[in-house]
């Protein structure tokens, strides 16, 4: 998963799927109660919804993972905010 000022990209295996910023309602995050796998769902405007699973190599990684999602979430959505 790659999320920047483009936009958000997932890919597993041979599968890849990209989103422009303006095809984003919204990116959510779950980890699972036990084990390493971290979610990531990018909800689009039409109520669809695209999640992949990532094997993380600790559960330490995850706070890690969600505090970067988040810092690119936000600047996206200030910069957002600032153009209304």
Do not use: N
């Amino acid at each position: 998963m790659v999320a920047d000022h483009r936009g958000v990209r997932l890919s597993l295996d041979d599968q890849e799927c990209e989103f422009r910023w303006d095809e984003i309602g919204a990116v959510e995050t779950e980890t699972a109660r036990f084990g390493k796998r971290y979610t990531v769902t990018v909800h689009t405007p039409d109520r669809r919804w695209y999640p992949i699973e990532i094997e993380a190599p600790a559960r330490s990684r995850f706070a890690e993972w969600d505090a970067q999602l988040d810092a690119v979430l936000d600047a996206y959505f200030e910069e957002e905010e600032d153009a209304d």
